[in-house]
């Protein structure tokens, strides 16, 4: 599996940004995907995940109620609806599914201004 994440860049605190995670080489349907997130200086974080089957989705506590997590099927595609950005939302990220292996993404870099 390759996923490919985009829609990362730059914006003032209070905006949005809408993160994109395309597979290629094997269907996500069924699989839960997250998004993680690593900001410079820290460890890799949890951020959001929506589960295969049902679609649940689990946040963290700090982007809980402004960040959406999402998926297309049919695109082989989850996203990340991030609103209300805080500057302590700046980080590289990432996603991530569990198949018979852990794949991640490239990561893509969210830079929030102050």
Known sequence: VQLQASGGGLVQAGGSLKLSCT?????????????FRQ???KDREFVAAIRGRSS?????????GRFTISRDNAKNTVYLQMNSL????????????????????????VTVSS
């Open 86 to 109: 805080k500057f302590e939302d700046t980080a590289v990220y990432y996603c991530n599914v569990v198949t018979i292996k852990n794949y991640w993404g490239q990561g893509t870099q």
């Open 39 to 41: 900001a410079p200086g």
């Open 23 to 35: 597979a290629s080489g094997s269907s996500l349907r069924g699989y839960t995907v997250a998004w």
């Open 56 to 64: 649940r989705t689990t946040y963290q506590d700090s982007v809980s």
